[in-house]
């Protein structure tokens, strides 16, 4: 189901980066999400913005994956 769910926000991004359901999600996912070749995004700075947007909503504790993170783009 897991596998399912990471399907689904691939294939999605776009539409998803501008939910606030996006921020919610555990570093790891996005790590598996972001670098998939399945990605559905419509630039690299979309993918850019939502990653952004997902450090902003809590960036004391997220501020350490950025790096990691823009790797990806």
């Known amino acids: 189901m897991k596998e399912t769910c990471l399907d689904f ?6 539409k998803l980066s ?3 359901q996006m ?3 555990h570093p790891q996912h996005l790590h598996q999400v972001l670098p ?5 995004v419509i ?8 990653v952004e947007k997902w ?3 809590d960036e004391p504790s997220r501020a ?3 790096a990691s993170l ?3 783009i």
């Open 70 to 72: 823009l790797q990806h």
């Open 55 to 57: 450090i902003a909503f």
């Open 36 to 40: 998939s070749s399945g990605l559905s």
């Open 23 to 25: 921020c919610k999600l």
């Open 64 to 66: 350490s994956e950025a």
């Open 43 to 50: 630039s690299e700075l979309a993918a850019f913005e939502a």
């Open 9 to 14: 926000v691939k294939e999605n991004f776009d």
């Open 18 to 20: 501008d939910q606030d």
